[in-house]
């Protein structure tokens, strides 16, 4: 699978290997490249929950869940 087909975030397209993580193609989900000591790290703000993911997500309901605009 071209990691380009499905990934709208830049910022995503940036990193070499994809997070395992639900967030991944959701919609709702905001991703920042933050560094820390020197190191890169991808952090996700989730637009529904509006909160900061931390871990990686299995499953989650806010794939199927457009915010209305």
Not at 4 to 20: F, G
Not at 23 to 31: E, K, Q
Not at 44 to 69: E, S
Request: one cysteine or more.
């Amino acid at each position: 699978m071209d990691k380009d087909s499905m990934i709208r975030s830049a910022t995503l397209k940036q990193v070499r290997a994809l997070p395992e993580t639900a967030c991944v193609n959701c919609p709702n989900a905001v991703w920042h490249l933050t560094q820390k000591d020197r190191k890169e790290e991808l952090r996700i703000f989730c637009l529904l929950m509006h909160a900061l993911i931390d871990m990686p997500m299995a499953a989650c309901d806010g794939t199927l869940i457009f915010p209305k605009m």
